[in-house]
């Protein structure tokens, strides 16, 4: 069974940074694009970012400039380092991919950003 576990979530204050990680068994990353979505409480789920199998990375221009999603194929694990944390970046953040036609979504994480 195809399983996406993040971790890394936390409290942090404002100008903090955090590391998320995304692993995955039974399904290689690295042949599928991955993105990080986050949901904060009584709003939708919103996209962040996300890295295709070719390398190439898009981000939501909320987080762009402060966020960096990358792949460790060895570890099979995707990254979302982010910087310049602000209390709007308050969520659960989750890691999602797509393989043969099935849609994967992990548990998430929580991330945290006050004083």
């Known amino acids: 069974q195809v399983q996406l576990v993040e971790s890394g979530g936390g409290l942090v204050q404002p100008g903090g940074s955090l590391r998320l990680s995304c692993a995955a068994s039974?399904?290689?990353?690295?042949?599928?694009?991955v993105g990080w979505y986050r949901q904060a409480p009584g709003k939708e789920r919103e996209w962040v970012a996300t890295?295709?199998?070719?390398?190439?990375?898009d981000y939501a221009d909320s987080v762009k400039g402060r966020f960096v999603i990358s792949r460790d194929n060895e570890k099979n694990t995707v990254y979302l380092q982010m910087n310049s944390l602000k209390p709007e970046d308050t969520a659960v953040y989750y890691c999602?991919?797509?393989?043969?036609?099935?849609?994967?979504w992990g548990q998430g994480t929580q991330v945290t950003v006050s004083s």
């Open positions: 999602h991919t797509v393989n043969r036609g099935a849609k994967y």
């Open positions: 039974r399904i290689i990353l690295s042949t599928n694009f």
């Open positions: 890295v295709v199998s070719g390398g190439a990375r």
